[in-house]
């Protein structure tokens, strides 16, 4: 049986990277798998780096709201906070005591982060606790962008190492990628986009705010008049008519804009037609949900259960394999 995990942090506003590279992919794989596609708000992984307290409690709610909103059903999939369920830190315990410190420090992340300033001890352990976040589901397929690799390579050794020492309880989770999933460049144009860079836009964001980011975005850099032609697919506009727009009109702006038959305003008016397409409704649903607050949290709470119920059997397994004594039986 496939069982796919995927975990996503509440650090920031959710943007429109994160719905075409992940999210979509998301409600594709829970209408596939239904309760074995297993989504948690890993709000521990979130205090890896400094933070307020109001302000986690808020995005993680925000988190678990706006993916509903596209799509993700709570009565569907497993849908969940982390901290919600304790047998993720205890399992991330015991597979640290198995973990050597040189396969964290190798770990790019934390060399580029420890490079630019001090960071915590938890930026260094945090891959084991991800290797927990999905081992306790005995999850095989793993969703995730191209900057986790290295954690799901450090998951597999990790659940190898210990069925090596223990016996075989753990499968070896693979990376996937939805074929679909792109890598959405920032409204700078400055490399992806980035909630550190601050070059998103919002997926809750007022279409308003949106257009004023727009307007004053960059276009092809050889276009400076209204009747230069210019090269489509070099243009940050066009990228994202690939993403919102209909394949008709993406037709019309490449060959329009080759030849100089609009204009870059032209181009980027067009192109809010498909932003207020697809986002308004999100904003509807997540407005819409923000007015009864506790079916969002009931939703999170039967989650929570669904999870303990999965990851109880496997902590079980695993303080049985390493010897622990059991006194009491679990909650």
């Known amino acids: 049986?496939?069982?796919?995990?995927?975990?996503?942090?509440?650090?920031?506003?959710?943007?429109?990277?994160?719905?075409?590279?992940a999210m979509q992919n998301y409600v594709k794989l829970g209408r596939q798998l239904g309760k074995q596609a297993i989504f948690c708000i890993v709000d521990y992984h979130a205090i890896t780096i400094?933070?307020?307290?109001?302000?986690?409690?808020?995005?993680?709610?925000e988190a678990a709201l706006v993916n509903m909103a596209v799509g993700l059903d709570p009565e569907q999939v497993t849908l969940f906070v982390q901290s919600a369920v304790p047998e993720h830190t205890e399992l991330a315990w015991i597979f640290m005591t198995q973990t050597p410190l040189g396969d964290l420090e190798r770990m790019t992340q934390f060399k580029d982060k420890a490079k630019?300033?001090?960071?915590?001890?938890?930026?260094?352990?945090?891959?084991?606790?991800?290797?927990?976040?999905?081992?306790?589901?005995?999850?095989d397929t793993?969703?995730?962008?191209?900057?986790?690799?290295?954690?799901?390579?450090?998951?597999?050794?990790?659940?190898?190492?210990f069925n090596g020492r223990f016996g075989e309880i753990f499968p070896e989770p693979r990376a996937v990628h939805a074929?679909?999933?792109?890598?959405?460049?920032?409204?700078?144009?400055?490399?992806?986009?980035?909630?550190?860079?601050?070059?998103?836009?919002?997926?809750?964001?007022?279409?308003?705010?949106?257009?004023?980011?727009?307007r004053v975005a960059p276009t092809d850099p050889a276009r400076l008049r209204r009747t230069d032609p210019g090269d489509p697919h070099r243009c940050l506009i066009f990228d994202y008519h690939r993403l919102f727009s209909d394949p008709a009109l993406t037709a019309m702006v490449e060959t329009e804009?080759?030849?100089?038959?609009?204009?870059?305003?032209?181009?980027?008016?067009?192109?809010?037609?498909?932003?207020?397409?697809?986002?308004?409704?999100?904003?509807?649903?997540?407005?819409?949900?923000r007015r009864q607050p506790?079916?969002?949290?009931?939703?999170?709470?039967?989650?929570?259960?669904?999870?303990?119920?999965?990851?109880?059997?496997?902590?079980?397994?695993?303080?049985?394999?390493?010897?622990?004594?059991?006194?009491?039986?679990?909650?």
């Open 294 to 331: 506790d079916a969002v949290l009931t939703a999170l709470e039967t989650g929570a259960r669904e999870a303990r119920a999965l990851a109880r059997q496997t902590l079980e397994e695993t303080r049985e394999a390493i010897g622990l004594l059991r006194t009491v039986a679990l909650d």
């Open 1 to 21: 049986m496939t069982r796919a995990f995927s975990g996503i942090q509440p650090t920031g506003d959710i943007h429109i990277g994160n719905y075409f590279g």
């Open 179 to 214: 074929k679909d999933a792109l890598r959405v460049p920032g409204v700078d144009g400055q490399g992806k986009m980035s909630k550190s860079k601050g070059n998103t836009l919002g997926i809750l964001e007022e279409v308003g705010e949106i257009w004023s980011k727009l």
């Open 50 to 61: 400094p933070h307020e307290p109001e302000a986690l409690r808020r995005r993680s709610f």
């Open 142 to 161: 793993i969703p995730v962008g191209e900057d986790q690799v290295q954690h799901i390579e450090l998951t597999r050794e990790i659940a190898r190492r």
């Open 116 to 139: 630019q300033h001090s960071v915590l001890s938890g930026l260094l352990t945090y891959p084991v606790l991800m290797a927990a976040d999905i081992l306790a589901y005995k999850a």
């Open 257 to 289: 804009c080759a030849r100089a038959g609009i204009g870059c305003v032209d181009c980027k008016k067009f192109l809010m037609r498909g932003v207020e397409r697809t986002l308004v409704p999100i904003q509807d649903r997540a407005a819409e949900l």
